[in-house]
Structures are given as C-alpha cells and as structure tokens.
Nanobody, 120 residues
Framework: QVRLVESGGGLVQAGGSLRVSCAASGRIFSINAMGWYRQAPGKQRELVARITTGGSTNYADSVKGRFTISRNNAENTVYLQMNSLKPEDTAVYYC??????????????WGQGTQVTVSS
C-alpha cells in the first residue's frame, strides 16, 4: 500500500520560513510528478507548486519568488521551502504524487495534510 506522509508544518510569524517534507513509501515502482496543494478554511484546494521527475517546476503566482519545491528521487521525497511567509499562506498543505503502484498503474495519491499557520 502506498502512503504519503507530510511533516514540518507549524506556526510561524509573518516574514518567517518553514520547510515541509513529504515521503512516499510502500510498493512504488515509479513516481512522476510530485506537488504541494493547500486548502484554507472556506476555500477550494489549490495548487501551490509541482515538480516533474526531471526537475521542471511550476508555481502558483501567489508564491513565486517565495517558495521553492525540490525532490529527492532516490528517497521518493518532495520538499517545499517557504520563505517570506504571509498570513494568507495559512492553510493545510497537502502532498500529491503520481505513483505507479503494484498494479502497474499510475494513480494520484494524497498525504494527510500538515497545518501551516502564519501569524501577523
């Protein structure tokens, strides 16, 4: 069974930094794109950043220049470095990955989410 487990969320003051991590485990044969989404109270889940196996990235306009996504393919891990955090970045952050599992089928998997709270 494939699992994505996030870590590293927490409370930080505006202007501060946090790094969240997500590790994929289980019967994994291959991973394509990995990414981070977030969902604030009363809002829809939105893409924050995404990275391909080859390292190509895309970001939401609201985080460009402040957030950096990276991954370690050997360890099936994806990171999100968040700098210059703003109160509007407060949300539950979810990891997502396109994973080829034991059925040799690519499926989208989600982590359980990690809370990031930015105080003003």
């Amino acid at each position: 069974q494939v699992r994505l487990v996030e870590s590293g969320g927490g409370l930080v003051q505006a202007g501060g930094s946090l790094r969240v991590s997500c590790a994929a485990s289980g019967r994994i044969f291959s991973i394509n794109a990995m990414g981070w989404y977030r969902q604030a109270p009363g809002k829809q889940r939105e893409l924050v950043a995404r990275i391909t196996t080859g390292g190509s990235t895309n970001y939401a306009d609201s985080v460009k220049g402040r957030f950096t996504i990276s991954r370690n393919n050997a360890e099936n891990t994806v990171y999100l470095q968040m700098n210059s955090l703003k109160p509007e970045d407060t949300a539950v952050y979810y990891c997502n990955a396109d994973i080829m599992d034991a059925d040799y089928t690519f499926r989208g998997y989600w982590g359980q989410g990690t809370q990031v709270t930015v105080s003003s």
